[in-house]
């Protein structure tokens, strides 16, 4: 057994990860955090309390502390869970992504997001949430 903090292992490779979790930052989070050159849409400005902007914020937060954020949300706040639907390896990219927003200006956002890794999702990321399928079970090939 280990005694680690968490049990969290900050990736060594995370810099080089920033381009993988673009697209996902831009799709996930800029709702009700902006970005830079981005407005927080009115979800984001109507919430209570408000989503800070993760440019101003990111960098008080260490790798794993932000994991943990994104992986688990902030409870009473309107800071969602991704943890169920993205597994971890997608939400260190984003973190990795994150990290950087400190050093951009809107051209640089843009930029980076156009030059981001494609979504395929699917293929880059294999899915394993076995609880949310029934496998096998109750299906049958239908050969009439
Ligand atoms: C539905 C709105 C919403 C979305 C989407 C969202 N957040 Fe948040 N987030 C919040 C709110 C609200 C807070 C503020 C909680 C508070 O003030 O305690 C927050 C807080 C945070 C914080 C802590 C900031 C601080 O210093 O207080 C981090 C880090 C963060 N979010 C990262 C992310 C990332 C990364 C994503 C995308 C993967 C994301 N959030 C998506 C609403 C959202």
Redesign the pocket.
């Known amino acids: 057994m280990h005694a680690a903090g968490g049990g969290i292992v900050v990736p060594n490779d995370l810099a080089s990860r920033a381009s993988k979790g673009a697209r ?2 831009d799709e ?2 800029t ?3 902006g970005a830079p050159g981005k407005e927080r849409s009115e ?2 400005v109507g ?1 209570n ?4 902007k ?1 440019e101003d ?2 960098p ?2 260490s790798p794993s502390e ?1 994991f943990l ?2 992986n688990n949300g ?1 409870r009473m ?4 869970v ?1 943890g169920p639907t993205h597994d971890d390896e997608r ?1 260190w990219s ?2 990795a992504f ?1 990290g950087g927003l400190l050093r951009m200006d809107p051209d640089a956002y843009a930029k980076t997001l156009e030059a981001a890794e494609p979504d395929d999702a699917s293929d880059q990321y294999p899915h394993h949430y076995e609880g949310a399928h029934s496998h096998g079970s109750g299906y049958h090939h239908q050969d009439k």
């Open positions: 996902d930052f996930m989070c709702t009700c955090h979800i984001g919430l309390p408000q989503p800070p993760l914020v990111g008080t937060w932000m954020i994104v902030i706040t309107g800071m969602p991704f939400l984003i973190k994150a």
